[in-house]
Protein backbone atom coordinates (compact mmCIF):
# COMPACT_ATOMS: atom_id res chain seq x y z
CA UNK A 1 0.00 0.00 0.00
CA UNK A 2 1.29 3.13 -1.12
CA UNK A 3 1.84 6.14 1.66
CA UNK A 4 1.57 9.55 2.17
CA UNK A 5 2.66 11.47 -1.12
CA UNK A 6 3.56 15.11 -1.02
CA UNK A 7 4.58 17.08 -4.11
CA UNK A 8 6.91 18.96 -4.62
CA UNK A 9 9.52 18.24 -1.59
CA UNK A 10 11.39 21.50 -2.31
CA UNK A 11 9.64 24.69 -3.10
CA UNK A 12 11.66 28.37 -3.41
CA UNK A 13 9.38 31.15 -3.85
CA UNK A 14 9.53 35.30 -2.87
CA UNK A 15 7.18 37.60 -0.71
CA UNK A 16 4.16 38.20 -2.37
CA UNK A 17 3.86 34.96 -4.97
CA UNK A 18 1.60 32.27 -4.26
CA UNK A 19 2.21 28.50 -3.66
CA UNK A 20 0.80 25.60 -4.22
CA UNK A 21 1.00 22.02 -2.46
CA UNK A 22 -0.60 18.54 -2.75
CA UNK A 23 -0.96 15.70 -0.76
CA UNK A 24 -2.47 12.10 -1.90
CA UNK A 25 -3.38 10.43 1.04
CA UNK A 26 -3.24 6.51 1.79
CA UNK A 27 -6.34 4.61 -0.62
CA UNK A 28 -9.52 4.89 1.46
CA UNK A 29 -8.48 7.42 3.80
CA UNK A 30 -10.83 10.40 3.48
CA UNK A 31 -9.20 12.56 5.86
CA UNK A 32 -6.27 14.79 5.49
CA UNK A 33 -4.58 17.49 7.81
CA UNK A 34 -2.28 19.82 6.98
CA UNK A 35 0.37 21.53 9.50
CA UNK A 36 2.93 23.76 9.51
CA UNK A 37 6.33 22.93 11.33
CA UNK A 38 8.88 25.21 12.37
CA UNK A 39 11.89 24.86 14.40
CA UNK A 40 10.44 27.09 17.03
CA UNK A 41 6.38 26.37 16.65
CA UNK A 42 6.63 22.77 16.36
CA UNK A 43 3.13 21.27 14.54
CA UNK A 44 0.86 23.71 13.95
CA UNK A 45 -2.47 22.72 12.97
CA UNK A 46 -3.58 24.08 9.11
CA UNK A 47 -7.22 22.42 8.97
CA UNK A 48 -8.85 18.76 8.20
CA UNK A 49 -10.50 17.78 5.26
CA UNK A 50 -12.95 14.90 5.28
CA UNK A 51 -15.40 13.57 2.28
CA UNK A 52 -14.36 17.06 0.51
CA UNK A 53 -15.34 19.41 2.94
CA UNK A 54 -13.29 21.50 5.87
CA UNK A 55 -14.07 20.12 8.79
CA UNK A 56 -11.79 21.95 10.79
CA UNK A 57 -9.52 24.90 11.56
CA UNK A 58 -6.94 26.29 13.10
CA UNK A 59 -5.49 29.70 13.46
CA UNK A 60 -3.85 30.48 10.59
CA UNK A 61 -5.21 33.87 8.10
CA UNK A 62 -6.95 33.47 5.43
CA UNK A 63 -4.20 33.73 2.95
CA UNK A 64 -3.72 29.73 4.24
CA UNK A 65 -6.59 27.97 1.98
CA UNK A 66 -7.06 23.94 1.25
CA UNK A 67 -9.68 22.04 -0.27
CA UNK A 68 -10.07 18.26 -1.31
CA UNK A 69 -11.13 16.55 -4.20
CA UNK A 70 -13.47 13.51 -4.88
CA UNK A 71 -10.29 11.16 -4.74
CA UNK A 72 -9.48 12.70 -1.31
CA UNK A 73 -6.34 14.20 -3.14
CA UNK A 74 -5.83 17.77 -1.09
CA UNK A 75 -4.00 20.82 -1.80
CA UNK A 76 -3.34 23.89 0.39
CA UNK A 77 -2.63 27.31 -0.82
CA UNK A 78 -1.01 30.12 0.69
CA UNK A 79 -1.55 33.57 -1.20
CA UNK A 80 0.90 36.46 -0.96
CA UNK A 81 3.64 34.81 1.03
CA UNK A 82 5.50 36.12 4.05
CA UNK A 83 9.20 35.14 5.28
CA UNK A 84 7.68 33.70 8.60
CA UNK A 85 5.50 31.38 6.08
CA UNK A 86 8.95 29.09 5.08
CA UNK A 87 8.28 26.20 7.48
CA UNK A 88 7.75 22.32 6.21
CA UNK A 89 4.32 21.34 5.73
CA UNK A 90 3.36 18.04 6.10
CA UNK A 91 0.03 16.33 5.15
CA UNK A 92 -1.25 13.28 7.25
CA UNK A 93 -4.19 11.25 6.37
CA UNK A 94 -6.50 8.37 7.96
CA UNK A 95 -9.69 6.82 7.68
CA UNK A 96 -11.31 9.92 9.36
CA UNK A 97 -13.97 8.08 11.21
CA UNK A 98 -13.12 8.27 14.80
CA UNK A 99 -10.53 10.70 16.71
CA UNK A 100 -8.53 7.87 17.97
CA UNK A 101 -7.21 7.27 14.60
CA UNK A 102 -3.21 7.35 14.27
CA UNK A 103 -2.18 9.76 11.83
CA UNK A 104 0.17 8.93 8.69
CA UNK A 105 2.47 11.79 7.39
CA UNK A 106 3.65 12.43 4.28
CA UNK A 107 7.17 13.34 3.55
CA UNK A 108 6.65 16.83 3.57
CA UNK A 109 7.05 20.04 1.47
CA UNK A 110 10.02 22.59 2.71
CA UNK A 111 8.84 26.40 1.90
CA UNK A 112 11.48 28.88 1.76
CA UNK A 113 10.26 32.48 0.96
CA UNK A 114 12.73 34.82 0.02
CA UNK B 1 -7.20 27.53 24.63
CA UNK B 2 -6.37 24.27 25.58
CA UNK B 3 -2.84 23.54 24.75
CA UNK B 4 -1.11 20.10 25.39
CA UNK B 5 2.65 20.88 26.34
CA UNK B 6 6.13 18.93 26.57
CA UNK B 7 9.19 19.28 28.61
CA UNK B 8 11.60 19.62 28.45
CA UNK B 9 12.27 20.86 24.83
CA UNK B 10 15.99 19.17 24.25
CA UNK B 11 17.73 16.48 25.73
CA UNK B 12 21.38 15.46 25.60
CA UNK B 13 22.14 12.30 26.64
CA UNK B 14 25.23 9.82 27.12
CA UNK B 15 24.42 6.57 25.37
CA UNK B 16 23.07 3.99 27.49
CA UNK B 17 21.24 6.87 29.76
CA UNK B 18 17.52 6.76 30.56
CA UNK B 19 15.63 9.73 29.00
CA UNK B 20 12.18 11.07 29.68
CA UNK B 21 9.25 12.90 28.27
CA UNK B 22 6.26 14.31 29.87
CA UNK B 23 3.33 15.46 28.16
CA UNK B 24 0.73 17.79 29.79
CA UNK B 25 -2.78 19.02 28.23
CA UNK B 26 -4.90 21.95 30.19
CA UNK B 27 -7.81 19.67 29.94
CA UNK B 28 -9.05 15.81 29.75
CA UNK B 29 -7.62 14.06 26.67
CA UNK B 30 -9.95 10.83 25.52
CA UNK B 31 -6.82 9.63 24.17
CA UNK B 32 -3.00 10.16 23.54
CA UNK B 33 -1.11 9.39 21.21
CA UNK B 34 2.79 9.06 20.70
CA UNK B 35 5.30 9.88 17.46
CA UNK B 36 9.11 10.11 16.90
CA UNK B 37 10.02 12.37 14.09
CA UNK B 38 13.66 11.32 13.13
CA UNK B 39 16.07 14.36 11.76
CA UNK B 40 15.09 15.30 8.31
CA UNK B 41 12.15 12.84 8.35
CA UNK B 42 8.28 13.24 9.28
CA UNK B 43 6.84 12.01 12.71
CA UNK B 44 5.51 8.23 12.40
CA UNK B 45 3.17 6.56 14.76
CA UNK B 46 4.75 5.15 18.26
CA UNK B 47 1.96 4.07 20.24
CA UNK B 48 -1.66 5.19 21.28
CA UNK B 49 -3.10 4.97 24.92
CA UNK B 50 -6.69 5.29 25.84
CA UNK B 51 -6.93 4.17 29.63
CA UNK B 52 -6.72 5.94 32.80
CA UNK B 53 -3.54 4.58 33.89
CA UNK B 54 -2.06 2.75 31.41
CA UNK B 55 1.04 1.50 30.90
CA UNK B 56 2.54 0.02 27.14
CA UNK B 57 5.83 -1.03 26.62
CA UNK B 58 7.34 -0.94 23.23
CA UNK B 59 10.89 -2.70 23.77
CA UNK B 60 13.11 0.00 25.75
CA UNK B 61 10.22 2.21 25.61
CA UNK B 62 7.52 2.75 28.47
CA UNK B 63 4.31 4.78 27.34
CA UNK B 64 2.04 5.88 30.76
CA UNK B 65 -1.06 8.02 30.36
CA UNK B 66 -1.99 9.69 33.73
CA UNK B 67 -5.00 8.51 36.17
CA UNK B 68 -6.40 11.92 35.17
CA UNK B 69 -5.90 12.03 31.82
CA UNK B 70 -4.51 14.97 31.27
CA UNK B 71 -0.74 13.80 31.32
CA UNK B 72 1.41 11.19 29.89
CA UNK B 73 5.23 10.59 29.52
CA UNK B 74 6.95 8.46 27.27
CA UNK B 75 10.82 6.88 29.25
CA UNK B 76 13.28 5.17 26.92
CA UNK B 77 15.45 2.95 28.90
CA UNK B 78 19.32 2.54 27.90
CA UNK B 79 18.96 5.21 25.20
CA UNK B 80 21.04 4.43 21.94
CA UNK B 81 21.70 6.52 19.27
CA UNK B 82 18.29 4.94 17.21
CA UNK B 83 16.78 6.90 19.46
CA UNK B 84 17.56 10.39 18.05
CA UNK B 85 14.82 12.54 16.88
CA UNK B 86 11.99 14.71 18.50
CA UNK B 87 9.30 12.76 20.27
CA UNK B 88 5.84 14.47 19.93
CA UNK B 89 2.63 13.63 22.38
CA UNK B 90 -1.01 14.27 20.53
CA UNK B 91 -4.29 14.41 21.69
CA UNK B 92 -7.57 15.64 19.98
CA UNK B 93 -8.80 19.10 21.77
CA UNK B 94 -12.31 20.34 21.22
CA UNK B 95 -12.66 22.95 18.87
CA UNK B 96 -15.85 24.41 18.49
CA UNK B 97 -17.99 20.68 18.49
CA UNK B 98 -15.20 18.79 16.34
CA UNK B 99 -11.64 17.90 17.29
CA UNK B 100 -8.73 18.56 16.01
CA UNK B 101 -5.27 16.55 17.01
CA UNK B 102 -3.03 18.65 18.90
CA UNK B 103 0.27 18.09 19.17
CA UNK B 104 2.73 18.69 21.95
CA UNK B 105 5.71 21.06 21.64
CA UNK B 106 8.22 18.10 21.28
CA UNK B 107 11.07 16.83 23.04
CA UNK B 108 14.15 16.39 20.80
CA UNK B 109 16.42 13.85 21.91
CA UNK B 110 20.15 14.12 20.96
CA UNK B 111 22.17 10.72 22.09
CA UNK B 112 25.78 11.29 22.80
CA UNK B 113 27.83 8.06 21.59
Known amino acids: KAGVTQTPRYLIKTRGQQVTLSCSPI?????VSWYQQTPGQGLQFLFE???????NKGNFPGRFSGRQFSNSRSEMNVSTLELGDSALYLC?????????????FGSGTQLSVL | GQQVMQIPQYQHVQEGEDFTTYCNSS?????IQWYKQRPGGHPVFLIQ?????EVKKQKRLTFQFGEAKKNSSLHITATQTTDVGTYFC?????????????FGTGTKLQVIP
Open chain 2, 49 to 53: LVKSG
Open chain 1, 27 to 31: SGHRS
Open chain 2, 27 to 31: TTLSN
Open chain 2, 90 to 102: AGPVDSGGYQKVT
Open chain 1, 49 to 55: YFSETQR
Open chain 1, 92 to 104: ASSLGLTWDEKLF
